[in-house]
């Protein structure tokens, strides 16, 4: 079974990010990047699956300009068997990179494609469902646990009410939630030898796709800024103010 | 202009969010009608048809909606998108589910979890966990959106809309069902309750969560929880508050033994009134929190219990 795991290249999660003085965007000039966590999960349930023997090739891809590429080698240092990248300097609406991803699976035919349920840049949680609509193909978002049966997966999924868990056909598209599972480190070793792996640069352009923006991004600004309260130094004085201040408590 | 906005609902019950999310169709403004896919779901209808400000209320009572299955549900609302220039559900488990699958099928991009409506084309969102906002303008003629409904207030319910029983039943047939476990709780839902309180990885294990109890009774207080508290099963996954958990807006936010992680901020730093329980003054949650204490938590959830 071969699995596709699309990874994106973002901003490390530690970093609290700034915005231009321009309003234009955020400021990622000299900001720590990572692999998204939500896709470092989805790389490592891969590996899992492999190592279980369900699976037996994994090929990450990203989408994005030549800098994701630390990101490919990193998910190659995890256990990816090869990687690919679609070349491109635009900022890519979810649905064009879901429309791209498609056009991949068309060609490698995964049984099962993992992605991150979110990507904490833009925090838009689109991209795996419309892969699953592009491709028609079912699927399980927000995965905590992921159990291949037969020509079927089953996924828990974290909802709302606590957990469900559905039953697809294969070939599926799973998106990772947090509990999935906890990614491990790359080891030294693995590390060296992620940069022989194979890596396929492709070009956006050459998939004959209009990739047109369908959003404009017209401003970003910080958020309003909550002002710093007090500190109280007794339960009475916290009591006190809750109903005689704020008045939020009888 | 006409709007058709996706009823969260579990075949009994009209989640309350929808409400904010017809005010944010509002803002958008236009016929607004409302769909209740499901099974069984005809006390949802019933709600359904008293939410202010809708004209008419498009029911698929059918066994393909049962679980509202992302594959059958976008299949149907994809069909009905036709007849209207947005489609807008609220963003929880199902609307996130399925509403980026209607938005592809569509060949639209979506606009996902919207805080703002600055025109009928032009949105306000959050990015980056909160700590940034950006102002989108969709470029598409049908637009597909989510909303954060702790961003508008609820629309009232003294509403009397037309019913339309739809016939469709479309199903993909690549997904089914097969359980669900749900949290019991007779406490108020974690998005609704004007009060929360949550525990964090201070509260050091499952048991010490009986300490929120008392003072979430006492308060008619929802209970939360960091994912900390969450990833080391001290709790279940439903109470996770944060970027990518539950978002919360209550009129107070007790956050216990929490430092205050800017993903966990995400999901409660518009709260009216938050109050800080930490032995760490460092602890950034202090940064935000309206009413600090620093002391054990152990100490001063018993003395807070007997106060109220
Ligand atoms: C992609 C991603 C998404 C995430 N999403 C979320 C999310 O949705 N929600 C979320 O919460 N987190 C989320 N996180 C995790 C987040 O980064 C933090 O790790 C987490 O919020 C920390 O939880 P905590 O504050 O309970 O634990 P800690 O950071 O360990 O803090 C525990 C606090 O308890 C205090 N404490 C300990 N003992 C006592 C005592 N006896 N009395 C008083 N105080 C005490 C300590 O001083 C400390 O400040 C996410 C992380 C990532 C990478």
Known sequence: MKVLVPIKRVIDYNVKVRVKADNSDVDLANVKMAINPFCEIAVEEAVRLKEAGAATEIIAISIGDKSCQEQLRTALALGADRAIQINTDEKLDSLHVAKLLQKVVEEEQPQLVILGKQSIDSDNNQTGQMLAALTGLPQGTFASEVKIDGDKVNVTREVDGGLQTVALNLPAIVTTDLRLNEPRYASLPNIMKAKRKPLDVKEASEFGLDLTPRTTLLKVTPPAERQAGIVVETVDELVEKLKNEAKVIA | ?308
Do not use: W
């Not at chain 2, 009774?217 to 929880?225: E, P, Q, S």
């Open chain 2, 1 to 308: 202009m006409s709007i058709l906005i996706y009823v969260e609902h579990d075949n009994n019950e009209l989640k309350a969010d929808t409400l904010k999310t017809v005010s944010a169709a509002q803002a958008i403004g236009g016929d607004i009608n409302l769909l209740v896919a499901g099974h069984n779901c005809a006390a949802v209808v019933e709600q359904a048809k008293n939410v202010s400000g809708v004209s008419k209320v498009l029911v698929a009572d059918n066994a393909a909606y049962a679980n509202q299955l992302a594959e059958n549900v976008s299949l149907l609302v994809t069909e009905l998108a036709a007849d209207y220039n947005v489609i807008m559900a609220t963003a929880l488990t199902t609307g996130k589910n399925f509403m980026p699958r209607v938005a592809a099928l569509l060949d639209v991009a979506q606009i996902s979890d919207i805080i703002g409506v600055e025109s009928a084309d032009t949105f306000v969102r959050p990015i980056y966990a909160g700590n940034a906002i950006a102002t989108v303008q969709s470029l598409d003629s049908k637009k597909v959106i989510t909303v954060r409904a702790t961003a508008f207030d609820a629309v009232a319910t003294d509403g009397n809309a037309d019913v339309v029983n739809l016939s469709q039943a479309t199903d993909a047939g690549t997904s089914s069902h097969v359980n669900d476990e749900f949290t019991e709780s007779e406490r108020p839902d974690l998005g609704a309750a004007n009060v929360v309180i949550s525990g964090g990885r201070g509260m050091q294990n499952g048991d010490n969560f009986k300490l929120l109890e008392g003072i979430a009774d006492k308060l008619g207080a929802a209970i939360g929880a960091s994912r900390a508290a969450v990833d080391a099963g001290f709790v279940p996954n439903d109470m996770q508050v944060g970027q990518t958990g539950k978002i919360v807006a209550p009129d107070l936010y007790i956050a216990v033994g929490i430092s205050g992680a800017i993903q966990h901020l995400a999901g409660m730093k518009d709260s009216k009134i938050i109050v800080a329980i930490n032995k760490d003054a460092e602890a950034p949650i202090f940064q935000v929190a309206d009413y600090g204490i620093v002391a054990d938590l152990f100490d001063v959830l018993p003395e807070l219990e007997n106060k109220l």
